[in-house]
Every structure is written in C-alpha cells, then in structure tokens.
C-alpha cells in the first residue's frame, strides 16, 4: 500500500504527462476494490442521485445522502484521494452555506476535497473554501445540477460564443485556486485548449483524450445498465450480464434443492434425544467461517 495521493501530486502528474485515472464509488466494497487497483482518484459523485437512488438527475440528491455514502467509501480507502461532490443547492445559496456543507464533509466524512459545479457565479464559495483549507476541484460544461437550464444532458461548447465562455470560466477558476478542473461533454478541441492554458489538471468525461486524466461513472464501466450507453462511455464489462446469470442459478439451486448443500450448513449437536444427532456436516458453528 502506498502512501495517500496528494493535490500537489495531481498537479505534479500533469507536469510529467502522467494521465490521471478517476472513477466514482458510492460504497466501501467498491471503494476498496477501486483503491487497491493504484486508481488515484476516487469521486463520491451526486451521479448516484441516478445510479444508485434511481432518480431522474442529480437534483433531489440531500446533504444527508451524500455524506451516508461518502462515509461509506471513506473507509474502504486508503491511498487513492477522495472527493465528493457538493450537492445542487449546497453551495448555490451562498458562502456560508457552501462553508458549512464543506466542512461536514471533511469532519463527518473524512474526504480530501469537495467538486463544486459552475463558473463565475460561485467564485466567491470557491474562495472561501480555498482560503478555508478546502481542496476544491471545479466542473464545466455539461453541468448535470443544470439540467433544466442547459435543457437536457448535452454537450456544451459547440459555438464559440459558449466556448470561450467555457474557457474563460475555467482560467477564473483556476485563478480563484481549484486543484482540478472536471471537464464534462465538451468538444476534444476545447477540451485540449483548456487543458494547454491551464497549470492545474484537466479530467475529462466525454471531453476527448487530451485531457490530463479521464473518469467515469463505476457502473457505467462495468455495464450495469445496458440500456444506458451514452458515447463517451467504454464498457470494460458485462456485470448486467454477469449478475443476471448468477442470480438464475442460485434460484434454480434453491428450487431443486441444491442449495444450501452439506458443507453449506451447520451441525445440530442434539434433537430432542439422549444421543446427540449429526444433521450437517462440515464448517463449524461460528457463522463466520
Ligand atoms: O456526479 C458525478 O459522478 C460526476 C462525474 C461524472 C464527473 O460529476
């Protein structure tokens, strides 16, 4: 195990050329699997508004279902750094909400840093933050908690006007001291030129491979939904599939009476008699084992 991935060694990687790898985790199995393949980011993302609490979009997601998941991956990791995202109106309202949010997760839930979505119009929450200590990384372009206002999840930055919106708003906040830039459902070319101009790291979802590293939503990646498959998502696996089969088989098993087998189950030491009966054989009698 190594040693707890840094800020400054995500900016460092940028430096080097070393893409940087990003995925999100809502739960400590995952967590601990994705923390002990060197993956050095790991975002506790409102995305499980969607993947895991079945919501239409990001949204509804509370402060309470963030923090309840973000502690969750918090204790599974060790070495990758985690960030959770500030949910739609946890910061939106002002410095002083975006200060308390930000804090609850850093005392309650131990991550390393909070992701904020937007430009110019929380410049002053992401300079309390930063002054506060607060590890901050940034999100433009396609901005899911403004859905309704960019009318539905599409790419941004396809006309030069909101291009050079786009970058702008990303020099403004590097400048008012975010460690990383997530840049979502953009062109590659405005992705690569963002990317050049700034010092701190770009990672990218749907924004081309120029970008200084790439994440992904988990389940996305492992092909939980395969009804969901939008083009900048590469499957690395069949778990619909997967689980599927699976579960088939464990209800074929109990209805034939194939599962639980001997080695399966545990030993009855007495039934009402004198001689002790042997039901079970096999494990012991701590349900642990
Ligand atoms: O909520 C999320 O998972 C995200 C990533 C897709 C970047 O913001």
């Not at 030993?267 to 009966?277: H, M, R």
């Amino acid at each position: 195990m190594g040693s707890k991935i840094t800020v400054t060694q995500l900016k460092e990687m940028k430096n080097k050329s070393n893409k940087i790898t990003a995925l999100t985790a809502y739960d400590v199995q995952t967590a601990r699997v994705l923390d002990s393949t060197g993956i050095e980011v790991i975002l506790v993302g409102d995305s499980l508004g969607m993947v895991v609490m079945g919501y239409e979009n990001t949204l509804p997601v509370t402060m309470e279902e963030m923090l309840h998941h973000a502690r969750a991956v918090t204790r599974g990791v060790n070495r990758s750094l985690v960030v959770a995202d500030m949910p739609f109106m946890s910061y939106q309202t002002g410095v002083n909400d975006a200060m308390i949010n930000a804090a609850r997760f850093m005392k309650e839930a131990g991550v390393q840093g909070v992701k904020l979505e937007g430009g110019r119009s929380i410049l002053p929450q992401i300079r309390a933050l930063v002054d506060a200590g607060i590890p901050v990384m940034g999100h433009l372009g396609l901005t899911p908690q403004s859905v309704h206002q960019l009318g539905g999840f599409k790419v941004q930055g396809k006309e030069d006007i909101q291009a050079e919106r786009i970058l702008t708003e990303a020099l403004e906040l590097e400048k008012a001291g975010i460690f990383a830039l997530v840049l979502e459902c953009i062109p590659v070319t405005l992705a690569r030129e963002i990317t050049r101009k700034l010092k701190i790291p770009t990672i990218g979802i749907g924004a081309g491979s120029d970008c200084d590293g790439q994440i992904l939503v988990i389940q996305d990646l492992l092909g939980m939904d395969t009804d969901f498959k939008p083009k900048f998502v590469r499957r690395y696996a069949n778990l619909q599939q997967v689980i599927t089969e699976a579960v088939q088989k464990y209800i074929v098993d109990v209805k034939n009476m194939q599962f639980p087998n001997v080695d399966e189950s545990f030993d009855t030491l007495k039934i009402d008699g004198d001689s002790p009966t042997k039901l079970y054989s096999g494990g012991g009698d701590d349900a642990n084992l």
